[in-house]
Protein backbone atom coordinates (compact mmCIF):
# COMPACT_ATOMS: atom_id res chain seq x y z
CA UNK A 1 0.00 0.00 0.00
CA UNK A 2 0.98 3.29 -0.66
CA UNK A 3 0.35 6.26 1.84
CA UNK A 4 1.38 9.72 2.55
CA UNK A 5 0.84 11.03 6.40
CA UNK A 6 0.87 14.74 7.39
CA UNK A 7 0.50 14.38 11.29
CA UNK A 8 0.64 17.89 11.73
CA UNK A 9 -3.09 19.20 10.64
CA UNK A 10 -2.42 22.39 11.77
CA UNK A 11 0.21 24.77 13.22
CA UNK A 12 0.10 28.39 14.07
CA UNK A 13 3.77 30.13 14.79
CA UNK A 14 4.48 33.98 15.35
CA UNK A 15 5.89 35.39 12.74
CA UNK A 16 9.90 35.07 12.29
CA UNK A 17 9.46 31.56 13.96
CA UNK A 18 11.02 28.77 12.20
CA UNK A 19 8.71 25.47 11.53
CA UNK A 20 8.91 22.20 10.07
CA UNK A 21 6.17 20.49 8.77
CA UNK A 22 6.59 16.64 8.71
CA UNK A 23 5.75 14.35 5.87
CA UNK A 24 6.00 10.45 6.51
CA UNK A 25 5.61 7.72 3.27
CA UNK A 26 5.11 4.52 2.60
CA UNK A 27 5.55 2.53 -0.59
CA UNK A 28 6.77 -0.69 -1.31
CA UNK A 29 8.51 0.83 -4.56
CA UNK A 30 12.35 1.28 -4.72
CA UNK A 31 12.06 4.31 -6.99
CA UNK A 32 9.28 7.17 -6.94
CA UNK A 33 9.22 10.97 -6.28
CA UNK A 34 8.27 13.13 -3.16
CA UNK A 35 6.54 16.47 -3.83
CA UNK A 36 5.75 19.61 -1.78
CA UNK A 37 3.17 22.07 -3.11
CA UNK A 38 1.76 25.25 -1.32
CA UNK A 39 -2.04 26.05 -1.55
CA UNK A 40 -2.81 29.74 -0.88
CA UNK A 41 -6.15 30.89 0.12
CA UNK A 42 -6.56 31.52 -3.73
CA UNK A 43 -6.58 28.12 -4.29
CA UNK A 44 -3.63 27.23 -6.75
CA UNK A 45 -1.00 24.63 -5.94
CA UNK A 46 2.49 26.10 -6.27
CA UNK A 47 5.20 23.43 -6.79
CA UNK A 48 8.01 23.64 -4.32
CA UNK A 49 10.16 20.80 -4.57
CA UNK A 50 10.62 17.33 -6.18
CA UNK A 51 12.57 14.73 -4.50
CA UNK A 52 13.52 11.35 -6.12
CA UNK A 53 14.15 8.31 -3.99
CA UNK A 54 17.57 8.18 -4.70
CA UNK A 55 19.00 11.76 -4.63
CA UNK A 56 18.71 12.23 -0.64
CA UNK A 57 20.55 15.22 -0.44
CA UNK A 58 18.75 17.89 1.54
CA UNK A 59 17.66 20.93 -0.26
CA UNK A 60 17.49 24.59 0.39
CA UNK A 61 16.09 27.21 -1.34
CA UNK A 62 15.95 30.63 0.38
CA UNK A 63 13.58 29.90 3.64
CA UNK A 64 13.11 27.06 2.62
CA UNK A 65 14.88 23.69 3.01
CA UNK A 66 13.95 19.95 2.82
CA UNK A 67 14.98 17.07 4.70
CA UNK A 68 14.61 13.93 3.10
CA UNK A 69 15.58 10.73 4.99
CA UNK A 70 14.50 7.53 3.54
CA UNK A 71 15.55 5.27 6.79
CA UNK A 72 12.63 6.96 8.48
CA UNK A 73 10.36 7.44 5.09
CA UNK A 74 10.28 10.85 5.77
CA UNK A 75 10.55 14.28 4.15
CA UNK A 76 10.09 17.21 6.25
CA UNK A 77 10.03 20.78 5.06
CA UNK A 78 11.15 23.59 6.96
CA UNK A 79 10.61 27.53 6.83
CA UNK A 80 12.53 29.58 8.50
CA UNK A 81 11.95 32.67 10.09
CA UNK A 82 8.54 32.58 8.59
CA UNK A 83 6.26 35.44 6.90
CA UNK A 84 2.56 35.95 7.25
CA UNK A 85 2.39 34.98 3.17
CA UNK A 86 3.66 31.40 3.97
CA UNK A 87 0.24 31.19 5.72
CA UNK A 88 -1.15 28.33 3.23
CA UNK A 89 -1.92 24.61 3.24
CA UNK A 90 1.29 22.37 2.47
CA UNK A 91 0.66 19.27 0.82
CA UNK A 92 3.56 16.43 0.07
CA UNK A 93 2.60 14.03 -2.20
CA UNK A 94 4.08 10.29 -3.59
CA UNK A 95 4.48 9.67 -6.76
CA UNK A 96 5.33 5.99 -8.17
CA UNK A 97 7.62 6.15 -10.98
CA UNK A 98 7.44 4.47 -13.92
CA UNK A 99 5.48 4.68 -17.55
CA UNK A 100 1.62 5.69 -17.36
CA UNK A 101 2.00 6.27 -13.59
CA UNK A 102 0.21 9.88 -13.53
CA UNK A 103 -1.04 9.52 -10.02
CA UNK A 104 -0.19 11.37 -7.18
CA UNK A 105 -0.63 10.27 -3.53
CA UNK A 106 -1.26 12.89 -1.32
CA UNK A 107 -1.43 13.84 2.59
CA UNK A 108 -3.97 15.66 4.08
CA UNK A 109 -2.40 18.48 4.01
CA UNK A 110 -0.93 21.37 7.28
CA UNK A 111 -2.60 23.85 7.62
CA UNK A 112 0.15 27.05 8.65
CA UNK A 113 -0.94 30.41 10.25
CA UNK A 114 2.02 32.61 10.67
CA UNK A 115 0.92 35.31 12.96
CA UNK A 116 1.96 38.73 12.66
CA UNK B 1 6.86 29.67 -17.87
CA UNK B 2 5.20 27.46 -15.50
CA UNK B 3 1.82 28.79 -15.97
CA UNK B 4 -1.96 27.26 -15.91
CA UNK B 5 -4.73 28.98 -16.31
CA UNK B 6 -8.49 28.25 -15.94
CA UNK B 7 -12.29 29.44 -16.47
CA UNK B 8 -14.28 30.95 -15.28
CA UNK B 9 -12.69 31.61 -11.33
CA UNK B 10 -16.05 30.94 -9.27
CA UNK B 11 -19.56 29.30 -11.25
CA UNK B 12 -22.62 28.84 -9.64
CA UNK B 13 -25.23 27.10 -11.57
CA UNK B 14 -28.46 24.53 -10.83
CA UNK B 15 -28.56 21.44 -11.18
CA UNK B 16 -30.45 21.03 -14.56
CA UNK B 17 -28.17 23.47 -16.00
CA UNK B 18 -24.76 22.65 -18.42
CA UNK B 19 -21.83 24.35 -18.24
CA UNK B 20 -18.23 23.93 -19.33
CA UNK B 21 -14.85 24.76 -17.20
CA UNK B 22 -11.61 25.16 -19.21
CA UNK B 23 -8.42 24.87 -18.92
CA UNK B 24 -4.93 25.99 -21.37
CA UNK B 25 -1.51 25.55 -20.99
CA UNK B 26 1.45 26.46 -23.03
CA UNK B 27 4.18 24.62 -21.91
CA UNK B 28 4.41 21.69 -24.20
CA UNK B 29 2.92 19.35 -21.90
CA UNK B 30 1.15 16.42 -23.25
CA UNK B 31 -0.32 15.25 -20.31
CA UNK B 32 -3.40 16.87 -18.76
CA UNK B 33 -5.51 16.26 -15.52
CA UNK B 34 -8.77 16.83 -13.67
CA UNK B 35 -8.69 17.46 -10.10
CA UNK B 36 -12.06 17.71 -7.45
CA UNK B 37 -11.36 19.10 -4.25
CA UNK B 38 -13.53 19.63 -1.30
CA UNK B 39 -12.59 21.68 1.52
CA UNK B 40 -9.69 20.83 3.82
CA UNK B 41 -9.47 17.86 1.83
CA UNK B 42 -6.47 17.14 -0.58
CA UNK B 43 -6.97 17.01 -4.49
CA UNK B 44 -8.71 14.09 -5.85
CA UNK B 45 -8.17 12.85 -9.32
CA UNK B 46 -10.87 12.32 -11.50
CA UNK B 47 -9.54 12.20 -15.30
CA UNK B 48 -6.23 12.40 -17.18
CA UNK B 49 -5.13 12.40 -20.43
CA UNK B 50 -2.40 11.42 -22.79
CA UNK B 51 -1.85 12.91 -25.92
CA UNK B 52 -4.72 14.23 -26.09
CA UNK B 53 -6.59 10.77 -25.35
CA UNK B 54 -8.22 10.09 -22.04
CA UNK B 55 -6.11 7.25 -20.45
CA UNK B 56 -7.64 7.69 -16.70
CA UNK B 57 -10.95 7.75 -15.33
CA UNK B 58 -11.37 7.41 -11.79
CA UNK B 59 -15.00 5.94 -12.16
CA UNK B 60 -16.19 9.60 -11.97
CA UNK B 61 -20.07 9.72 -12.67
CA UNK B 62 -20.99 10.79 -16.08
CA UNK B 63 -22.29 13.94 -15.41
CA UNK B 64 -18.69 15.11 -15.54
CA UNK B 65 -17.55 15.15 -19.28
CA UNK B 66 -14.19 15.82 -20.29
CA UNK B 67 -12.56 16.46 -23.14
CA UNK B 68 -9.24 17.80 -24.89
CA UNK B 69 -9.73 19.71 -28.42
CA UNK B 70 -6.09 19.98 -28.51
CA UNK B 71 -3.01 19.51 -27.00
CA UNK B 72 -3.20 22.75 -25.18
CA UNK B 73 -6.73 22.81 -23.68
CA UNK B 74 -8.95 20.70 -21.68
CA UNK B 75 -12.14 21.14 -20.98
CA UNK B 76 -14.91 19.31 -18.40
CA UNK B 77 -18.42 19.41 -19.36
CA UNK B 78 -21.25 19.57 -16.60
CA UNK B 79 -24.46 18.68 -16.57
CA UNK B 80 -27.36 17.89 -14.02
CA UNK B 81 -24.97 18.09 -10.99
CA UNK B 82 -25.68 17.44 -7.65
CA UNK B 83 -24.96 19.89 -4.88
CA UNK B 84 -22.47 17.54 -3.60
CA UNK B 85 -20.34 17.91 -6.88
CA UNK B 86 -19.93 21.41 -5.22
CA UNK B 87 -16.08 21.94 -4.78
CA UNK B 88 -13.07 23.39 -6.43
CA UNK B 89 -12.18 21.87 -9.69
CA UNK B 90 -8.55 22.12 -10.56
CA UNK B 91 -6.71 21.29 -13.50
CA UNK B 92 -3.11 20.88 -13.77
CA UNK B 93 -0.77 19.45 -16.61
CA UNK B 94 2.90 17.89 -16.69
CA UNK B 95 5.31 16.33 -19.51
CA UNK B 96 4.49 12.75 -20.30
CA UNK B 97 6.58 10.38 -18.21
CA UNK B 98 9.30 10.12 -20.19
CA UNK B 99 11.07 6.25 -19.51
CA UNK B 100 11.28 5.89 -15.72
CA UNK B 101 11.10 10.00 -15.31
CA UNK B 102 8.10 11.17 -13.92
CA UNK B 103 7.32 14.65 -14.26
CA UNK B 104 5.79 17.42 -12.21
CA UNK B 105 2.43 18.71 -12.27
CA UNK B 106 1.28 21.87 -12.49
CA UNK B 107 -1.49 23.22 -11.45
CA UNK B 108 -3.68 25.90 -12.35
CA UNK B 109 -5.84 28.38 -9.88
CA UNK B 110 -9.05 26.34 -9.75
CA UNK B 111 -12.69 27.32 -10.42
CA UNK B 112 -14.82 27.26 -7.28
CA UNK B 113 -18.20 25.50 -8.38
CA UNK B 114 -21.36 25.66 -6.36
CA UNK B 115 -24.32 23.52 -7.55
CA UNK B 116 -27.55 25.11 -6.00
Known amino acids: AQKVTQAQTEISVVEKEDVTLDCVYE???????LFWYKQPPSGELVFLIRRNSFDEQNEISGRYSWNFQKSTSSFNFTITASQVVDSAVYFCALSPQGTGTYKYIFGTGTRLKVLA | DTEVTQTPKHLVMGMTNKKSLKCEQHMGHRAMYWYKQKAKKPPELMFVYSYEKLSINESVPSRFSPECPNSSLLNLHLHALQPEDSALYLC???????????????FGPGTRLLVL
Open chain 1, 27 to 33: TRDTTYY
Open chain 2, 92 to 106: ASSQLPLGLDEETQY
